[in-house]
């Protein structure tokens, strides 16, 4: 298993993890900017006034592109263990 090949299946394992963390993140932090600007223009200062939305917003995102993110994890696995001979020799 030569290093090159070692580096391009964690390149794609990083690859994916970004996606899938992207997916997730990035609505929430849109969600957050968006009360925290609320929050700047009427100066309430409440914590969950922040948490609430962002928790909201994840969980909706979760339940809209879960299947899609599983469905991304299993394809990787499964080219993951069919590569599994090329890999070792």
Do not use: C, H
């Amino acid at each position: 298993m030569s290093p090159e090949l070692i580096v391009a299946v964690f390149q794609q394992a990083l690859e994916l993890l970004v996606v899938m963390v992207s997916v997730l993140l990035l609505p929430a932090l849109g969600v957050g900017l968006l009360v925290s600007m609320f929050q700047a223009a009427t100066q309430i200062n409440e914590m969950t006034l922040s948490f609430i939305p962002k928790l909201l917003i994840t969980l909706a995102v979760l339940a809209l592109a879960g299947r899609w993110l599983a469905q991304m994890l299993a394809d990787y696995t499964v080219r993951l263990f069919e590569a599994i001979p090329t890999l070792i020799g």
